[in-house]
């Protein structure tokens, strides 16, 4: 099978990603972003901005307008989905989502502040039994007992998929609306309060019960960069950049809120054109 090739993956389509995205298209490397369902909630929500120059009292919506025309001006794609993962192979990355990927040469992460509380023994148990990625390790878990935990009707999907491979599987959805489900899924409407295991998972416990587990999914809104992209290093909880916007992986760059305070916008359309000149001087250098 063939996947799409890009120099350079953009991952958010918030201020520093487009700004990322923009600087990057003009310096001639073939450029896609991907974003969540809209580009950027946060941007969104903000009522007046007065601390961004030259845009005195523009609100959130009528700047994020503005960027996004911008972008099509310049003919970038705007993919809404989700990355899962991103795993390099040798001199290229492979960015995962939903059952596809795509291959690039240099990624730029700006996916935005992300703080998910985490369950009591999930960071633990991270990778061993636990997973943040159905389509990545779902197969893993053929003929074993699953469960998933949804904080978005996103997982539904998820769900469906690991009711055809794994023996057993109980889905917990945290959220209103529930949607078609596979059914051979037991559907469990309690909260889940921690997770069991030393070396490996061996169970969820819940408000009710403990289920004896062979493998946990856990699907948020969100995916924090180091799940992201295993070996990225981070301090507390911000992603380390150097003055190019470099992070620790050769060709891995990073841009904006996910790289801690300041959070704002000035800030995040900075780094991101820091981290798109970055980025493309790199594939300069390699060639
Ligand atoms: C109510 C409010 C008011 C604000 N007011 C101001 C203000 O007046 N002035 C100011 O300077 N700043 C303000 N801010 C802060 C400003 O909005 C942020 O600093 C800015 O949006 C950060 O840009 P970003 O691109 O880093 O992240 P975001 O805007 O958070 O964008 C990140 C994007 O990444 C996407 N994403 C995340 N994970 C993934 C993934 N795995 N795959 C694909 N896409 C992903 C998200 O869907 C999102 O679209 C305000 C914020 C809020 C919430």
Known sequence: MEFPQYDIVVIGC??????????TTIRNKKTVVFGGDFCSP???????INNY???????????????????????????QQKIDNIFPSGDTFNV???????ICKAIIIAVGLQNPKFLPGEEELLGKGVSYCATCDGPLYRGKKVALIGFTKEAEE????????????????????????????????????SLLGKERLQALETEGETLELDGLFIIRDNIPPAQLL???????????????MATNIPGVFAAGDCTGPPYQLAKAVGEGAVAGLSAAGFLDERN
């Open 14 to 23: 918030g201020p520093a990603g487009l700004s990322a995205a923009i600087n």
């Open 230 to 244: 295993q070996g990225l290093e981070l301090k507390q909880n911000a992603i380390v950049v150097d003055r190019k």
């Open 96 to 102: 995962v989502f939903k059952g596809n990927m795509v």
């Open 158 to 193: 998820d769900v469906n998929y690991l009711a055809d491979i794994a023996e057993q599987i109980v889905y917990l959805p945290l959220y209103e609306g529930l949607g078609d489900i596979n059914k051979k899924v037991r559907l469990l409407k309690e909260k889940p309060k």
């Open 53 to 79: 120059l030259g845009f005195w009292n523009i609100t959130g919506e009528e700047l994020r307008n503005k960027y996004l025309h911008h972008v099509q001006q310049l003919g970038i794609k705007v993919e």
């Open 42 to 48: 946060k941007l969104h929500r903000a009522p007046h």
